[in-house]
């Protein structure tokens, strides 16, 4: 078999002859139905392999009423949080199959609107969306015709699946975290001021609650914004607040960015890390577990929350959910590392 050519323009009917199969056995072996025998599915793969067989993703969706494709629309990929994200939906996706598109909507309101009617959504058979500028008063926008489902804390209650996190919870936890180690003066960096609804605005309240539990006031000083959550954010909202002289023994950064730009800043201020100022992130990113010092984190249940809005999204498609919109919150957990005494 592996002196055969190599064909671009391979058919079904050539791999069949080839693999000395009928068509139908071809057929069945790419669509993944189970019960064919070992040999046999090997014979039709290596048949494929040597001729360069490519399926014809269009005629089989008009056959099967699906692509096999699903898409993904998130905010911006040059955040880690993100990029390691849509890297694990895609790992869980093929697991099942199943091929992932993904759009960048750059949180701009108009691309994220455009990605509810893109021109690429008869491309694929449902869409999992994690929005950014849209909010709860656009929640008439998620009432769609397609399988869809949500990730964020941007929209509460809509007519869709939602995965979200504890983000209230684990922001408690974060600063319970820096509480126990005799912390007090806890600067969190990322604040947006203004924000009701939001990642940003549930964060920093589990930062108050846990500050209030403790018998805490807040020192408003210490509650400074970043803008998007990047490094050189995190840098800049942590050098304001050493330049202006705020006392501070800890910093939680309301995601991983924000806070490995702090420690940056720390570092070039003279400031030793734990020991002077401790510091803990959000979002357990895989440089979290590199950075000098290491960085304690919150972990989110990325994985978790991968796996949950696939599968949701594939029982949708499939119509085998159930009618309601149904809500997951995630499981977090505190992970302890080198900027916190860990």
């Known amino acids: ?89 895609i790992r869980v996706a093929e697991e099942t199959g199943t091929l992932v598109l993904i759009e960048q909507t750059n949180a701009s309101r108009d691309r994220e609107i455009e990605a509810l009617g893109s021109r690429v959504r008869h491309l694929t058979d449902g869409l999992i969306f994690s929005p950014l500028a849209l909010g709860q008063e656009d929640v008439g926008l998620f009432d769609v ?5 949500l990730l964020g804390e941007r929209v509460f209650g809509g007519p869709t699946d939602h995965v979200t996190m504890d983000n209230v919870a684990a922001a408690r936890a974060a600063t319970e975290h820096l509480l126990a180690r005799g912390r007090r003066r806890i600067a969190v960096i990322g604040a947006h001021p203004g924000e009701r609804v939001g990642t940003a605005a549930l964060r920093v309240q589990g930062y108050r609650e846990a500050m209030a539990a403790a018998g805490l006031p807040v020192d408003e000083r210490l509650v400074a914004e970043a803008g998007a959550w990047h490094r050189s954010t995190g840098d800049a909202a942590m050098t ?13 950064g309301l995601n991983d960015a924000v ?59 499939e119509g085998t959910a159930p009618d309601q919109a149904r809500q997951v919150v995630t499981d977090f957990s505190i992970v302890t590392r080198q900027s916190t005494g860990g």
């Open 240 to 252: 304001r607040l050493l330049d202006d002289g705020v006392e501070i023994d800890a910093v939680f």
């Open 145 to 149: 015709d397609f399988p869809m489902v």
């Open 259 to 317: 806070a490995l730009g702090a420690m940056h800043a720390l570092r070039l201020h003279g400031r030793s890390i734990p020991d002077d100022v401790a510091v803990i992130g959000f979002d357990d990113i895989e440089e979290a577990a590199y950075s000098a010092p290491t960085l304690s984190s919150v972990a989110p249940g990325a994985e978790q929350i991968a796996r949950t809005a696939v599968e949701y999204l594939l029982q949708r498609i």
């Open 1 to 89: 078999m592996g002196a055969a050519r190599r064909s671009s323009g391979a058919t079904m009917h050539d791999v069949a002859q080839l693999a000395g199969v009928s068509v139908k056995t071809v057929s069945n072996v790419i669509n993944g139905y189970p019960h064919i025998r070992p040999a046999t599915k090997e014979r039709v793969e290596d048949a494929i392999g040597v001729l360069g067989y490519r399926v014809n993703i269009t005629a089989r969706s008009l056959r099967r009423g699906r692509t096999g494709m699903i898409g993904l629309a998130l905010p911006e990929l040059g955040l880690p949080y993100f990029a390691e994200l849509a890297e694990t939906i």
